[in-house]
C-alpha cells in the first residue's frame, strides 16, 4: 500500500484520488501524504566559503490582518491596527528607517544556497541567531559596513570582511556582496 501511495504522490494525485487507489480513507490519506512530505523535506543546507549578507528593510503590510479588518466592520479586536491600510503599497511616513519598516537579513554563498530571516531587530544577538545554525565554521562572512556584523561573526567564530560601500568599495578582489543586494 505504501509503494502505491508513493506513486501516487510522484503522480501529483488527489488525497481523493489516492485513498481510492489505495484502499484506505480518505483521512488516512492525507495524514500519509503530510508525513511523506515531511519526511523528504530536508534542513537548508549550510552556507559555505564565501557567505555574502545584508539586510534590507521593507515597509510593514498589514495586508490580510484580520485586525484591520474587524475595526472597519467595528467588531472587538483583540489588536487594532495602528494606522490606515495604504493603498498599493504607499510610502512611509517617515524619511529613512522608522518603526514603519520590517528588517530582513538575506545570505547567499557563492553555490546558490540562501537564507532570509525576518529580524526583530538589527543587532548582533538577533544575526547569530539566524546566521549560526546555517553557517558552516570555516565560511568568510562579507558583509557592508554595519556595526553589529563584527561582533556576530566574532560570537559565532568565523572570518569576517567588511566592505565600506560609503566610500565607494563595491568589490575587493573576490569579495563583494553583490548577490544579496
Known sequence: VWLTFGECLANGDTVKASAQRCG???????????????AISTAPEKLRGIVEADETFVLESR??????????EGKP??????????????KATKRGLSVEQ?????????????????LPAVNAGTL????EPVMDKDALLVTDGATCYPPCAAAMGVSHEALNQSSG???RGELHIQTVN
Open 24 to 38: 484506505i480513507a480518505v483521512s488516512t490519506a492525507f495524514r500519509w501524504r503530510h508525513r511523506f512530505l515531511a
Open 102 to 118: 520590517v528588517p530582513v537579513l538575506v545570505a547567499a554563498d557563492r553555490s546558490g544556497a540562501t537564507v532570509s530571516a525576518v
Open 63 to 72: 495586508k490580510g490582518d484580520r485586525a484591520c479588518s474587524r475595526a472597519r
Open 128 to 131: 547569530r541567531a539566524v546566521l
Open 77 to 90: 479586536s483583540a489588536e487594532l491596527p495602528k494606522r490606515k491600510a495604504r493603498k498599493r503599497g504607499g
Open 169 to 171: 568599495e563595491r568589490v
